[in-house]
């Protein structure tokens, strides 16, 4: 069952995936969210809360998580 919260299923998704295909595919996810966001509370809202992601260009690798 699906957990609210929990992306386990997508990082095993997106893990599975090129490093492109990956990245197009988390950029798409983003858009669409940020997308239903404005539509939702409005754009310039959904700017404030989201402007740091959105407008933080990637400046390498994703570290990756650490099991313990």
């Known amino acids: 069952a699906l957990v609210p919260g ?15 295909d990956a990245m197009l595919g988390t950029t798409a996810l983003l858009n669409s969210f940020h997308d ?6 409005g754009e310039s809202l959904t700017d404030r809360l989201l402007g740091s992601i959105c407008n933080t260009p990637s400046s390498g690798d994703a570290v990756q998580d650490i099991k313990s």
């Open 6 to 20: 929990d992306f386990s299923s997508l990082q095993t998704a997106l893990a599975e995936q090129s490093v492109e």
């Open 36 to 41: 239903l966001l404005s539509s939702l509370i």
